[in-house]
C-alpha cells in the first residue's frame, strides 16, 4: 500500500484544518488506519486510529473532543479533522495502514507504530499566530 498525504499547512491557534491520506496499491490489505505525528525534537506519537471492520475510533488524549477521523471507502482516502489547533499540534503528521489499533481500557489511543506497516510522507500542520 501507497500511501499520499495532503492538507495542513499554516493554521491560527483555534482554527481547523483537514489531512488527507489517499492509498494506492493493495488496500484490502489493512484492518485499520491511523495518524501519527512527530514534533521537533520529539518522539512520533499516536494521534488517532480506525479499525476498518467496525469503525471503532481511538484518539490520544491530547486531541480527544478537538481531531475526528474518518475514510471514505469508495475513494480509498482517510480524513484527520483537526480543530481547535493549539500551537502544541504543530508536528509533522503522518497516515499509516495496518493491523489494528492499540489502546487503553478508556478507550485512549497508545499509539503503537509495530501495528502499522505502511506510512505516507508526513505532511506539516504548524499552528501559530
Known amino acids: 500500500v501507497q500511501l499520499q498525504a495532503s492538507g495542513g499547512g499554516l493554521v491560527q491557534p483555534g482554527g481547523s484544518t483537514r489531512l488527507s491520506c489517499t492509498a494506492s496499491g493493495f488496500t484490502s490489505d489493512y484492518y485499520a488506519i491511523g495518524w501519527f505525528r512527530q514534533a521537533p525534537g520529539k518522539q512520533r506519537e499516536g494521534v488517532s486510529c480506525?479499525?476498518?471492520?467496525?469503525?471503532?475510533?481511538y484518539y490520544a488524549d491530547s486531541v480527544k473532543g478537538r481531531f475526528t477521523i474518518s475514510r471514505h471507502n469508495a475513494k480509498n482516502t482517510m480524513y484527520l479533522e483537526m480543530n481547535s489547533l493549539k500551537p502544541e499540534d504543530t508536528a509533522l503528521y503522518y497516515c499509516?495502514?495496518?493491523?489494528?489499533?492499540?489502546?487503553?481500557?478508556?478507550?485512549?489511543?497508545?499509539?503503537?507504530?509495530?501495528?502499522?506497516?505502511?506510512w505516507g510522507q508526513g505532511t506539516q500542520v504548524t499552528v501559530s499566530s
Open positions: 480506525m479499525m476498518i471492520s467496525d469503525g471503532s475510533t
Open positions: 499509516a495502514t495496518g493491523r489494528g489499533c492499540t489502546y487503553y481500557g478508556d478507550d485512549t489511543y497508545y499509539g503503537t507504530e509495530a501495528d502499522f506497516d505502511s
